[in-house]
């Protein structure tokens, strides 16, 4: 990490002139995100569980995948949700 | 912590194939990832920005420049004052040696008292056609007298031809002085009124040859008990202003010349605040839009110390009557930038209920305008009451933090190709309020990378490190600068502009999943195996 010593300004000229951010899912869904995903990722956990466990199948690993993705994605919107934003 | 888990392995022995058991374990370690905890990671490379000081400087040549006239403005006020120098010069006849550079420096000597109380310098040039906002140099004490201190700026060579005694450039150094006045009596009854004294120049001090000049202090009510030299030795006094002067033909200062010092003891019906200490943390955030400001302050009452007891029925009812114990901080009304949201004020015992917010609605076309200057419609309003008021030498610890829409803020943008540029306030200013020590942390998201940054002022030190916050891996990289004396002026912006990936801006999330696929696995693994005793 260096400081650019470029002319002062540059970088407040393009400041001004640049388009705004906008974050990947708008901010103001997120608690329905993090209430939907959460609890999707609670209902594959039980689905999970009541798999049987007599043989390994791709079904479970399946769900397996299904369950983490949706807690993972979860988790940050829900932290978002109640104002820590990660 | 321990406990629930002891209990939870507990029961998972006893029914290890509950899926209610399996749920809590899982929970409870995910609960373990997201706790923040900082390791004490070792700090980046610091490298110390000073101002280049000289500690032994000499006085220019006194021929290179006549003073035409010389004006000093001296804006007196708590703990910041203001001095305003507009003097009309134009190179002298007869100065020696033409220099080959494409400038020509311009010196300015000040007291030490006042050179050690500046924080902020600018200096604007004004010929027939143009202005031009020049560079302040600081050169330290003069070698042969410490009570003076050397300021240059270096004039361009374009300008000079054009002036002469009929039409001579105009200079104005602006200029910003910490603690400058001091409270005379040192301590004052609870009720009482307070004063402050300031001594400084009341005479002309410069490397040139002045024709006219005088000072001009202004202070910032009209009860003033004393000055000196007083009005028997040609000083005049118009409603808050005092003029001593003018001087006509003054000789270039030399070291060791007596510049006539004066004194001003003035009453001041605000309370005196200073920031002993702010560390302000600044976070971006990706996923919430969003900049995170957190102000951890030291606020002190460098006012009158307080004579005698503090009594709480004496300050109640003075609160109804303004002048009673106005050099008493009761509240202080601290100005957000616009689209500031979700405020919070809390102190060591915990959250401070005496306080208001009013929020305002974003303004992203207005985030170079420092908050203390927008017109109270635009700006956001934390009005902060602290737990006991704090009366003259009393100390308040406290933190303040707010949040800002990093995209509808205008404090975010978007570069296009993964690059990013935002513009992070260094300081909160509040008028009249000197900063002792600014400290700001700028925390980037996780896996930030080419990062380049733009201060508006030279800084103390500049060092990065990284910071390691909730749902981290890998932690997040951080820039720290402090600078010391600071005022209200330094509420600039900090532009800091970095690449973030899409991989990177996903790590969060797919770190829990592969934390959730790990549980899950291990799961599946576990109730495969039968251990009951049959």
């Not at chain 2, 703990?79 to 020509?104: K, R, W």
């Amino acid at each position: 990490m260096r400081n650019e010593c470029e002319s002062i300004g540059t970088k407040k000229a393009l400041h001004a002139s640049s388009a705004p951010f906008v974050s990947a899912v708008p901010v103001s869904l997120l608690p329905y995100i993090a209430f939907v995903l959460l609890s999707a990722a609670f209902l594959s956990t039980f689905y999970f569980t009541t798999l049987p466990k007599k043989s390994f199948s791709s079904h479970e690993a399946l769900v397996i995948v299904l369950a983490s993705l949706e807690a993972g994605f979860g988790i940050v919107a829900l932290f978002n949700a109640v104002g820590v934003y990660v | 912590m321990v406990v629930i888990r002891r209990s939870v392995t507990a029961a998972l022995s006893r029914h290890h194939s509950s899926p209610l058991a399996l749920l809590l374990n899982s929970l409870l370690l995910l609960l373990l990832l997201s706790l923040p905890f900082s390791l004490s990671y070792p700090d980046g490379e610091a490298t110390t920005t000073a101002t280049t000081t000289t500690s032994s400087s000499s006085l220019p040549d006194q021929d290179d420049w006549i003073n035409h006239s010389f004006l000093k403005q001296l804006e007196l006020s708590g703990s910041v004052s203001s001095s305003v120098l507009t003097v009309q010069i134009s190179p002298s006849s007869s100065s020696s040696s033409p220099t080959q550079d494409s400038f020509s420096p311009y010196y300015f000597t000040l007291p030490s008292t006042e050179a050690e109380a500046v924080s902020w310098a600018k200096a604007i040039l004004k010929s027939s056609s143009q202005r031009e906002v020049l560079q302040v140099e600081s050169h330290g004490p003069l070698k042969q007298d410490a009570s003076t201190h050397l300021f240059s700026v270096r004039i361009p060579k374009s300008s000079i031809p054009s002036a002469s005694a009929s039409s001579p450039l105009t200079l104005i150094l602006e200029t910003t002085l910490n603690h400058l006045s001091y409270p005379l009596p040192s301590t004052v009854k609870q009720n009482g009124e307070m004063f402050l004294q300031w001594t400084g120049d009341a005479a002309i001090r410069s490397p040139y040859r002045t024709e006219k000049g005088r000072v001009k202090v202004k202070c910032p009510h009209p009860k003033i008990l004393s000055f000196h030299p007083d009005a028997s030795q040609g000083a005049t006094k118009s409603g808050s202003t005092i003029t001593f002067g003018s001087y006509e033909d003054v000789a270039p200062y030399t070291p060791g010349s007596e510049v006539k010092t004066g004194s001003v003891h003035y009453q001041h019906v605000l309370p005196v605040i200073s920031m002993v200490e702010l560390d302000r943390l600044v976070e971006i955030s990706h996923w919430g839009d969003n900049m995170a400001t957190e102000d951890k302050i030291w606020l002190r009452n460098d006012g009158a110390k307080l004579k005698g007891h503090f009594s709480r029925i004496d300050h109640q009812m003075a609160t109804f009557y303004s002048k009673a114990n106005s050099h008493v901080l009761s509240t202080l009304a601290i100005h957000l930038p616009p689209g500031s949201k979700e405020a919070y004020f809390t102190d060591s015992i915990g959250n401070v209920s005496t306080s208001h917010f009013r929020p305002s609605p974003s303004a992203p076309y207005s985030l170079t305008v420092p908050s203390n200057l927008l017109p109270p419609s635009r700006v956001s309003v934390l009005e902060i009451q602290p737990r006991f008021p704090v009366l003259g030498g009393w100390n308040y610890t406290f933190t303040i933090g707010w949040n800002n829409r990093l995209g509808e803020g205008g404090w975010g943008k978007s570069l296009g190709s993964n690059e990013y540029l935002v513009a992070v306030p260094f300081l909160t200013p509040v008028t009249d309020v000197a900063m002792d020590q600014v400290r700001t942390k700028i925390v980037l998201p996780e896996g930030a990378t080419d990062i380049q940054f733009e201060v508006p002022f030279e800084m103390d030190s500049i060092s990065t490190e990284t910071h390691t916050t909730y749902l981290d891996t890998k932690g997040r990289p951080s820039i720290v600068l402090s600078k010391s004396q600071c005022s209200e002026k330094h509420g600039s912006l900090i532009y800091v502009r970095y690449t973030l990936t899409p991989s990177a801006h996903l790590r969060k999330p797919i770190a829990i999943t592969a934390i959730s696929i790990g549980l899950l696995l291990s799961a599946a693994l576990l109730l495969r195996f039968d251990v009951k005793i049959r």
